[in-house]
């Protein structure tokens, strides 16, 4: 198993400001990857984060606006950027060992953007 | 439609059997996953199934499989008021490690 620790738990924010939300793992593992959980609604994977290389964004996610940075096997970054109220959601930090093994999750960090 | 769909809410008395229900539309779907959120909290895996089962049981959990219509549910015997949580269906194709979600059936235990 992967013991994920995601940091701030949560933060309100003034809209236009960055805010950088933390991940790590107490292990390395092989793939990272950062979903957005809106009210109400499924989670929604923002990005593949990839150790060494650029991150791997879904369709609708921008780099500009969701820089993800991964230095190591055990940490990763997502920056959200110039907020405006529509990105108030949950951020989740989330693992896999390998392939074809449970996605571990971190406990999500509550963004409110005023 | 959605590639996972679930029903919004479920009430039941405490005690009663829950049943959460789940259809999916990849019929290559190799894994299908039963994940437990509570309040403030991330997701938790409860249970996974692969794609050549029909059923899994652990404890009170019940995970049934019906590949042919892509219905997955998750039974929970003896409802306690800890099981009230958003309960996540997902499931994931072969050589893909991303697996996609549904959008959470609430669970509300009453007693």
């Known amino acids: 198993s992967a013991v994920i620790s995601q940091k701030p738990s949560r933060d309100i924010c003034q809209r236009g400001t960055s805010l950088t939300i933390q991940c790590q793992v107490d292990s390395q593992v092989t793939m990272m990857f950062w979903y957005r959980q809106q009210p109400g609604q499924s989670l929604t994977l923002i990005a593949t984060a990839n150790q060494g290389s650029e991150a791997t964004y879904e369709s609708g996610f921008v780099i500009d606006k969701f820089p993800i940075s991964r230095p190591n096997l055990t940490f990763s970054t997502l920056t959200v950027s110039n907020m405006s109220p529509e990105d108030s959601s949950i951020y989740l930090c989330s693992v896999r060992t390998g392939m074809n093994t449970e996605a571990f999750f971190g406990q999500g960090t509550r963004l409110t953007v005023v | 439609g959605e590639d996972v769909e679930q029903s919004l809410f479920l009430s039941v008395r405490e005690g009663d059997s829950s049943v959460i229900n789940c259809t999916y539309t990849d019929s290559s779907s190799t894994y299908l996953y039963w994940y437990k959120q509570e309040p403030g909290a991330g997701l938790q895996l409860l249970t996974y199934i692969f794609s050549n089962m029909d059923m899994k049981q652990d404890q009170r959990l019940t995970v049934l499989l019906n590949k042919k219509d892509k219905h997955l549910s998750l039974r929970i015997a003896d409802t306690q008021t800890g099981d009230s949580a958003i309960y996540f269906c997902?499931?994931?194709?072969?050589?893909?490690?991303?697996?996609?979600f549904g959008r959470g059936t609430s669970l509300i235990v009453h007693p």
């Open positions: 997902a499931e994931s194709s072969g050589g893909s490690y991303i697996p996609t």
